[in-house]
């Protein structure tokens, strides 16, 4: 059927039907992006917040093992000294558990490279403490503070040092996951924006088109008249 034989009720009609319905599918469309771009945004910024939680109890956890430990190896009270290594073996069956989730939820390169640091300086504490450890036991109480001072203090402050990264850059991390979902919901927005205005435009060229289908044939009748 040609529209230009339609009556011109129907053309009215059909040119905005087609376009409520066009911008009703628009907003729909729109409703749908925009909330699976929250959505995303929300779990990405909830692992983030996670991950700092894990960070942060990890750190915790270190600092009061390396306290405990560095106390015991600086006390002559042996009752003390054996509490508190019993309890610095606790903390670190503790660090370890929570160091397990951490790696379970490396997933970007620096994370991952980070963490190697963190391992690194770890393993640096461990094994001074290990040697200060032996002296002790071998009642060299000034060979034992002499490890300390001069190796496991500073291997603690590298420690500690790598572990202020780490969570520093799960915070970044979290920060840009935020910015980068603001900028999709912009995007998005700028996106529904510009189809919005290109419906208005093609409702423009219809009507136009739609008052030419009219006033053509009535301009040749009148001219037929004349």
Do not use: C
């Amino acid at each position: 059927m040609n529209f230009n034989h339609l009556p011109v009720a129907r053309k009215l009609w059909a040119l905005v039907l087609g376009l409520v319905v066009a911008m009703l599918v628009l907003l729909a469309g729109m409703v749908t992006h925009l909330g699976d771009v929250d959505a995303q945004a929300a779990r990405v910024v909830q692992f983030n917040e996670e991950r700092i939680g894990l960070a942060l109890r990890w750190k915790g956890l270190s600092a009061l093992a390396v306290d405990r430990v560095v106390n015991a190896l600086a006390s002559n009270d042996e009752a003390l000294t054996e509490g508190l290594i019993k309890q610095s073996k606790e903390d670190i069956q503790a660090i370890d558990s929570v160091q397990k989730q951490i790696e379970a939820a490396l997933f970007s390169p620096a994370d991952k490279e980070q963490f190697q640091s963190v391992m690194a300086a770890r393993k640096l504490v461990l094994e001074h403490n290990a040697e200060a450890s032996k002296l002790r036991a071998n009642l060299d109480y000034t060979g034992a503070r002499g490890v300390l001072e001069s190796k496991m203090l500073p291997a603690v402050g590298r420690y500690v040092a790598e572990q202020d990264a780490f969570v520093q850059l799960q915070e970044r991390q979290r920060d840009a996951a935020k910015l980068k979902a603001a900028q999709q919901r912009q995007t998005a927005l700028w996106i529904g924006f510009g189809l919005a205005l290109a419906l208005v435009v093609l409702g423009m060229v219809l009507a136009a088109l739609l008052v030419r289908s009219i006033t053509r044939p009535l301009a040749k009748a009148v001219g037929l008249a004349d």
